[in-house]
């Protein structure tokens, strides 16, 4: 059995990598976080759906992410970058809902190398009618806390197997993260010599410092509109910002959350779409849903891989991926 | 009984009463074949004069600075256009999904500009008409053939996106392209957000097109009967909708979404054209482009081409100096209306209709040519005026007929004279 993955970055062939101790361990740790993180929320009276994977539209994204294409009888689909407008429209019939979603993205070939991306990855997707960003980042923060400490219950071993050691999360489980407005965060980037855009979104190096320095995991929030997709809600107090948020891990693990309030105004979505280049004319079925009523809410997704690394420190993203697919790397 | 109105453009409204809309158009025959502009439009820069100084500091500098009196081959014309090196203030226009664009004339456009080192853009409505990466794809193939003469640091590549190009995400594939990876390494890509053009300012784009041919494109596009009996039909892109934080909001989220690539902006010479520039700038464009009503090589309906949209002096006139990277687009072919051009604030001139007669002529070196006579008609324009690189041009260099300054003026005083 192989017991570690490849030492030059890249992963193994499929086969060794599938027999690797460290594939086995991170799976053990997937299966115990997706049992804690159904466990949490269902206690929330959270309905779990299983998400589509393929519409006529889909989460725009940002960051040069793109879609894949699907030919659907003759139509022109895609693959769910996200589930984001599937999760407001599905308020409709369930006030509190999540999903444990698959989404493909085509990331840029220059986040191969950040160990942080993979085209095939999943999220633990909520979404809250009626929440405000506040509700949406205690529901985040206590998920993260309830996943991290029942992991450390169920499979001790297999974290210290790999090196971790339980001191690391203390701070963590106390929750109450602290909070840092986008631009205080711009600031202290720009204090410690690292150029970030006041407008723009934290860019990989600047998370990453940021993330090395902490000693606990902590929200940013109030991005720039621009950076992020139209259905995060304008923040009415400051234009121009987004009433929006991003849980960052400590330990140099980067974004672990995105989530936001959501716009449900249909003439202001239709704005924001223009606003982000889209046509609306591609969203005919959300739209015709928003200017019926969508409800108001908040929600975020959790990135499950990215919650894996965290738990078992592994170096590279792929690493707790079973079938792990780089961003311009054509794997099976 | 025949009734006649003397005086009355009779033969105008006879026409429309026998062919109905088709006569909004210039004759669908035409399209592939010419290009099309303004018709008859006064445009002021033709009438401003290029009006040298007697006294000249600027040359006394050259002088200084050489050892020897300057001449106009001491005039640098090598500038930077929206972020990209250029040996000269020109760069070769958009030309759309246009026939006459997309084909051959194209690929030998490309491939001059490339030699000639000047920055290329490539139009909207290109790939949901042509495909991305279809055999025949004009922009994989005009990437291609300008980087295969264009050296390792000039230049660059401007791709447009329309509404209708983003539903097929053309940034996102030309970003992604290994194609584009040469252009990306060494910072030579740039993603211009078309906003409007010219010859038809608030309208989107058109192309004539076979009934049999256009049937694919139903989904993307509006075909509209509007030839009569005709075989063709009118395809019309959506012109898009832009406010000011529309304009600016888009501007961010390329920047953030393409980090790599340099932003442009392309405006119709719209009544508020100071103000859209602005927000551009100010967004963080590398470069404003302001068509003047004088522009285009596109089909356009014959009241926009007579009668809609600003001349290029006016759009000038308004934006003032500009706070970044403004360039001019219309009528351009010859040095004197682009030193002109540059006086009034503009950093580099592209060709549109002028680039693609040269390559119809001589699709070897045709524009080459052009732009070799061009270039010397410009160092020897700028050097006249005392000056040897185009930023130091201004306003002064210009004399507007009927303007105050053609009054008797007062005595000037000198030193010495009494």
Redesign the interface.
């Known amino acids: 059995m192989t017991t570690h993955d490849s030492e030059d970055g890249r992963p193994l062939p499929l086969a060794e990598h599938l027999t690797a101790s460290t594939t086995k361990a991170a799976m053990a740790v997937q299966q115990e976080t997706l049992q804690a993180a159904r466990d949490f929320l269902r206690g929330l009276g959270c309905a779990e759906l299983l998400p589509p994977l393929i519409g006529p539209v889909t989460d725009p994204g ?3 992410a ?2 894949l294409d699907v030919d659907f009888y003759g139509h022109r689909y895609r693959m769910m970058t996200s589930a984001i407008l599937y999760k407001q429209a599905s308020l409709r019939g369930f006030g509190k809902l999540f999903y444990i979603a698959p989404n493909v993205r ?1 990331e ?3 986040t191969a190398g950040t160990g942080r991306h993979l085209v095939e990855f999943h999220q633990i997707d909520v979404e809250l009618a009626g929440a405000t960003r506040d509700d949406a980042m205690r529901v985040a923060e206590g998920l993260l806390v309830h996943v991290v400490r029942h992991v450390w219950d169920a499979v001790p071993d297999v974290l210290r197997g790999l090196g971790r050691d339980p001191v690391v999360f203390a701070d963590l489980l106390d929750g109450a993260f602290d909070r840092r407005t986008h631009g205080a965060v711009v600031r202290s980037l720009i204090d410690v010599g690292h150029e970030q ?1 006041a ?3 934290i ?1 990989w190096v600047g998370e990453e410092l940021l993330s090395h320095k902490a000693e606990r995991p902590f929200f940013v929030t109030g991005y ?4 992020r997709g139209f259905y995060d809600r304008e923040d009415p107090e400051t234009p121009g910002t987004l009433r929006n948020f991003d849980l960052i891990a400590h330990g140099g693990f980067g974004e672990l959350v995105s989530g936001s309030e959501r716009e449900s105004d249909y003439a202001t979505i239709v ?1 924001r779409m ?6 609306p004319a ?1 969203y005919g079925w959300y739209l015709d849903m928003a200017r019926d009523g969508i409800p108001a809410s908040a929600g975020f997704g959790m990135g499950v891989e990215r919650l894996v690394r965290f738990l078992t420190g592994l170096d590279a993203l792929w690493q707790v991926s079973a079938y792990p697919k780089l961003p311009g790397v054509a794997t099976p | 009984m025949t009734a006649h109105a003397p005086g009355f453009p009779e033969d105008e409204v006879r026409a429309r009463a026998r062919n109905g809309t088709s006569e909004i158009f210039p004759p669908a025959e035409s399209y592939g074949r010419e290009m099309f502009g303004a018709e008859n439009l006064v445009d002021d820069l033709d009438q401003a004069r290029l009006v040298p100084p007697v006294f000249m500091p600027e040359r006394l500098g050259k002088l200084i600075d050489l050892g020897r009196e300057p001449t106009h081959d001491d005039v640098d014309l090598s500038t930077v256009v929206g972020g990209f090196s250029s040996p000269l203030p020109l760069f070769l226009s958009a030309f759309g999904s246009t026939k006459l664009g997309s084909a051959e004339l194209g690929i030998a456009a490309s491939t001059q500009a490339g030699r000639l080192g000047i920055p290329m853009v490539i139009g909207e409505n290109v790939v949901p008409v042509h495909g991305y990466r279809s055999a025949g794809s004009p922009v994989l193939n005009r990437i291609d053939a300008y980087l295969s003469t264009v050296d390792a640091t000039s230049g660059g590549v401007v791709v447009q ?1 329309s ?2 190009d ?2 097929s ?1 053309v940034w ?2 030309v ?2 392209s290994p194609s584009s990876a040469p252009l990306l390494a060494s910072g030579r890509l740039a993603f211009e ?1 078309k906003i409007g053009q010219g010859a038809k300012p608030g309208l989107g784009g058109m192309t004539v097109l076979g009934r049999e041919s256009a049937g694919g494109l139903g989904g993307q596009f509006g075909l509209h009967n509007v030839f009569g009996a005709d075989d063709k039909v009118l395809r019309c892109a ?1 012109p ?4 000011e ?2 304009v ?13 690539a340099k932003v442009w902006v392309k405006l119709h010479p719209g009544r508020d054209v100071a103000q859209a520039a602005a927000t551009a700038w100010a ?2 464009a590398d470069a404003v482009t302001v068509d003047g009503a004088e522009g285009g090589t596109g089909w356009a309906p014959l009241a926009l081409l007579r009668h809609v949209g600003l001349p290029l002096a006016e759009c000038l006139r308004r934006i003032g100096p500009p706070a970044g990277c403004l360039l001019v687009t219309g009528r351009m072919w010859e040095g004197s209306r682009v030193v002109r051009g540059l006086a009034l604030g503009a950093t580099a001139a592209g060709l549109g209709r002028a680039a693609l007669l040269a390559v119809s002529e001589d699709a070897e070196s045709g524009l080459v040519r052009l732009a070799e006579s061009l270039a010397l008609e410009t160092r020897l324009l700028i050097s006249a005026l005392g000056k040897y690189r185009p930023a130091a041009l201004c306003a002064d260099d210009l004399w507007w007929p009927r303007t105050p300054h053609t009054l008797a003026a007062q005595p000037v005083p000198v030193d010495g004279l009494v």
């Open positions: 940002g960051r040069g793109k879609a085509v840029p070939m220059e855009s407008t723009a979104e860019d720039p509109k621009g950076s704005t223009r606003e982000s280049g889209e046509n591609k | 996106q509404t209708e983003a539903d995400e996102n594939l970003y992604t957000l959506t898009g909708t832009y406010t934080e529309i600016r909001q888009q501007v961010r989220f390329m920047r953030n979404n393409f980090p790599r967004a963080g």
